[in-house]
């Protein structure tokens, strides 16, 4: 599968990559070219001093419509104010594609972080309203902390929870997370429930912070 990450120069950008880069083709998107390249070439790299071995994984890096006109497969990894400005220039090149979303709206209040939803109830149902119709929209991979996400040698042991309207995608995520070797896909409903996974990242956050701990992540027992 040909991969775009749109912002994926970012951390969770970064560890998507490398958890992948194994098995599909993977392109990193960014409005500046450049940037999207020197990451790929930096991610490779990382990989290699990791010991993995890269003679066949390909990272490429291309500005944000090239790659999601050549993907199969999109990951929205930029934060929520973003969001709609990387959006709407993408428009025609979502058409048909799986649009990921790891995007939680957010802000910090003093000390804490608070879950602050968009009119439409979650980022993944606004999001909805502004691809195409035939855009698969999947929300996935919120809870997920992104240094851990990039250490191929750590076994994170957290479950990801599912939320698509689109019945036909689920498999291909859950084969898609299973490939990580680090997470457990757990299918969550549609994407009217997205908002109670999104909420959940602020609460980790503020888990962390009030209690000094150190990249929490969520399981399910």
Same mark, same amino acid.
């Given at each position: ?89 993408? +428009? ?22 608070? +879950? ?41 042991? +957290? ?21 990580? &070797?680090?997470?457990?896909?757990? +299918? ?17 956050? &503020?888990?962390?912070?009030? &209690? ?10």
């Amino acid at each position: 599968m040909i991969i775009a990450i749109i912002g994926g120069t970012g951390n969770i950008g970064e560890g998507l990559a490398i958890r992948w880069a194994q098995k599909n083709q993977i392109i990193i998107g960014s409005r500046k070219p450049e940037k999207a390249i020197e990451a790929a070439s930096r991610y490779l790299s990382e990989m290699q001093n990791c010991g993995l071995n890269t003679s066949k994984v390909e990272i490429r890096g291309m500005n944000n419509q090239d790659a999601a006109n050549v993907s199969d497969l999109i990951v929205l990894a930029v934060p929520y104010k973003h969001v709609f400005n990387t959006l709407e220039p993408l +428009y025609n090149e979502l058409e048909n594609k799986i649009l990921v979303t790891p995007v939680v709206p957010m802000k910090k209040v003093g000390d804490h972080f608070e +879950y602050t939803p968009p009119k439409q109830g979650s980022a993944a149902l606004a999001i909805k309203e502004a691809v195409p119709v035939s855009t698969k929209v999947v929300s996935v991979y919120h809870n997920i902390p992104s240094c851990k996400l990039k250490d191929t040698s750590c076994d994170l042991g +957290y479950d990801a929870v599912i939320c698509t309207d689109d019945e036909e995608v689920i498999q291909i995520i859950i084969d898609l997370t299973k490939e990580m &070797n680090c997470l457990r896909p757990l +299918y969550g409903g549609p994407l009217e429930v997205s908002n109670t996974v999104e909420s959940i990242t602020p609460l980790l956050l &503020n888990l962390a912070i009030m &209690n000094n701990l150190n990249d929490l992540g969520v399981n399910f027992s």
